[in-house]
C-alpha cells in the first residue's frame, strides 16, 4: 500500500497477512507512522491498497464499488474515532439512533436499541444531551454506542483513549471490554497505550509498515 | 433526520446564518421597492395619460393622423357609435373634433390643437373636466364661444379667464377662418408638453366655425384596460377601412416605457438571484469547508454521497425558504403601506410633471409577482447550493479524517 505525500511515494504498508477471527479484542501497536491508522482505513474501506485484497465475512471489499463500500460499512463496519467525531447538532440519543435511521429501522427498533446501548455504556441519564454538554470520556462512550448501534460485523477504534484521561479510559475500556466478551463483539483498534495493550486478548504489533509480532495473551 | 441535521446545521454558526438571512432579505425588499416604484411611476404615467387624453383607443380616418386635414372625418360615424353603443365592454365614448390652430391673445401667440368635445361624452372618457381651476366644463358662458386653456397656455397668452382669444385655422372649404372664444377656465394635467398644445372648445361651435358635418376623432374607454387589444382587432375587423390605434399606437413612448419598465424588471430580479445565489455558495462552501472532517466521519459511517448531497441541498433552501419569506413579508408590507400612501417625491414635482408624472408615486407590484421571486429564490437557492454540495461529495473520507482539523 503506497500514498503520496507531497512529492514523495511513501509506502505505508507492505506484505500484511492478517486474519480477524469474531469475538477477538485485537490491539494494533506500533510508533507513531508505523502505519497503523493505514491499516485500519484499509480494514474499513476508507483506503484501498494498491496492491491485495481485503476480505470480510464473504466480501472481498477492495472489488467494491464506491457507493457498495459505504454501504457495505454502513451494515457491517462500527468506527471509534480519536476525537469522537460526534455530529455535535444532534443529542446523544440522536447520534447513536443515526445509523439505524441511515439502515431504515423501523422506529420501535431504534428506540430500543438506542436506549439499550446508552445504558450499556453508562449513559442513560444523558440522552438528550449534545456533544458539547458532555465530557471528553461521555462523548468517545456514545460514540462506542453509536459504532454498535447499526450492528456491525466488527468495530474498529482509532486511537480511541487517546484524547482521554486516565479514569475515562479505563471506564471506556471496560465497557469495550464487557461488550466484547458479552455480546461477542469483534474490536480491531490501533493504540499505543499501555492500558489498552494490557486489555487485549491479540496484539499484532507493525513497524515501518510490516507486522513483526501477532501475539495473543 | 437528514432535513433535521440540515436545518439543526444552520444554526451552528447563527450569526454567520443570520447575516445571510437578513442581507438575503433587504435585498429582495429593496430590488422589489425600486422594481415597485418604478412599475408605479411607469403606471401612474401611463394611466395619467389614458384617462387625461389619450383613451383606450382612438378611430380616426386613414389620412387624418398622417396629413391633418378638417376633411379627412370619420365615414361610417354612425355605424361605429352604433357598435360601440352595443358592447358591454365600453364605459366611455367621446367624438371629437380638432382643428390645428393659431391662437392669439393681446399678450401673446401660439400653436394650438383646439379640441372639439361634447362635454358629457368626454367626461366618460377624459379626466380634464376633473383638472379645472374653477371646475367651469362649459356649464357657465355667455354670447361668445367658451374656451379652455391650460395654464400654460394661459401664461404664455396672459389670457385669463373671461379675456377673448382669437382663433384662425383653416375650414373644410379649405379658407381661412377666424374665430374669437373667452376663456371660461383653465386646466393643468400632469404632462406639460400635452398641455402646451391643447385647447377645448364645444364641438358644436368648432363645426360651425368648420362648417364641418362630421367628426374626427372617436375616443373609447374600455370597462378593463386588459381587453384593449382585443377589442381592437374586433373594431378592425368590423371597420377595416379606418384607423384604430391602441393607446400604444398613438402614444408609443408609453408603451415603450412599459417595455423597458419589463426589462428593467427581469434585469433586476437577475441581479437580486445573482446576489442570492453568491450569498449562498459562499455560505455553503464556507460552512463545507469547515465540516470537512464531520462530513469525512459521515461518509466513513456510511451516509451515502446522495444524502450528503440532500443535506447540503436541505440547508441552502432552509436558508432560502427564511430570507425568501422575511424579505418578501417585508416588502409586501411596505408596498401596500405606500400603494395607499403614496410616496411624496414633491420637492422633484416640476421635474416629473415634465414627463407628465404627479408628484406622489404609488408603488405597485402584481400579486403573481411575489410568488414568482418566492419559487425563483427556492430554484435559486437548490442551483447555487449545488457546487458546494458537490465539493462535499468529492472529499476523500480517510483524507479528511487524517488531516481537517
Known sequence: ?217 | MIIKIAFKNIWRNSLRSWTVIIAISLGIFGGLAVISTATGLSKMRQNNAIETYISHIQIHDTNFLQYARTNDTINQKTDILSFLNLSQLVSGISTRIKAESFIQSAGGTSGVILNGITPDQEKSVTRIYQKLKKGNYFQDYKRKPPIILSQILSTKLNAKINTTVQCSFVNSKGEPAVCLFKVIDIFQTNNSLYDEVNAFVKAEDLKSYNQLSGIHEIAIKLENESNVESFRKKLIENFPNHQIDSWRGIAPELGYADKMMNLILIIFLIIIMLALAFGIINTMLMAVLERKKELGMLLSIGMNKRKVFGMIIWESIFLALLSGPLGLVCSYVAISIFAKKGIDLSFAASGLKSVGIESTIYPYVENSFYYIISIMVILTAILSSIYPAIKALKLNPSETLRTAN
Do not use: C, W
Open chain 1, 1 to 217: 500500500m503506497t500514498y503520496q505525500s507531497g512529492d514523495i511515494k511513501v509506502q505505508a504498508l507492505q506484505n500484511i497477512d492478517l486474519t480477524i477471527n469474531p469475538g477477538e479484542f485485537t490491539a494494533i501497536v506500533g510508533p507513531s507512522g508505523s502505519g497503523k491508522t493505514t491499516l485500519l482505513n484499509i480494514i474499513g474501506g476508507l483506503d484501498s491498497p494498491t496492491k491485495g485484497s481485503v476480505k470480510i465475512n464473504d466480501t472481498y471489499i477492495t472489488q467494491l464499488h464506491e457507493d457498495e463500500l459505504i454501504d457495505f460499512r454502513l451494515h457491517n463496519i462500527g468506527f471509534i474515532f480519536q476525537s469522537y467525531n460526534l455530529i455535535p447538532v444532534l443529542t446523544a440519543k440522536e447520534n447513536v439512533e443515526f445509523l439505524m435511521l441511515l439502515q431504515n429501522r423501523e422506529e420501535e427498533f431504534r428506540s430500543e436499541r438506542t436506549l439499550k446501548l446508552l445504558k450499556a455504556v453508562g449513559l442513560e441519564d444523558q440522552i438528550y444531551k449534545r456533544p458539547n454538554e458532555m465530557s471528553g470520556g461521555q462523548q468517545q462512550r456514545v460514540a462506542v454506542a453509536r459504532a454498535l448501534a447499526s450492528k456491525p460485523s466488527f468495530i474498529l477504534a482509532d486511537e480511541p483513549t487517546a484524547n482521554l484521561d486516565s479514569k475515562s479510559s479505563e471506564n471506556l475500556l471496560n465497557i469495550m471490554q464487557k461488550l466484547n466478551k458479552n455480546e461477542k463483539t469483534t474490536f480491531i483498534f490501533s493504540t499505543h497505550d499501555q492500558r489498552v495493550i494490557n486489555k487485549a486478548n491479540r496484539i499484532v504489533t507493525i513497524e515501518d509498515g510490516k507486522i513483526i509480532s501477532d501475539t495473543s495473551q
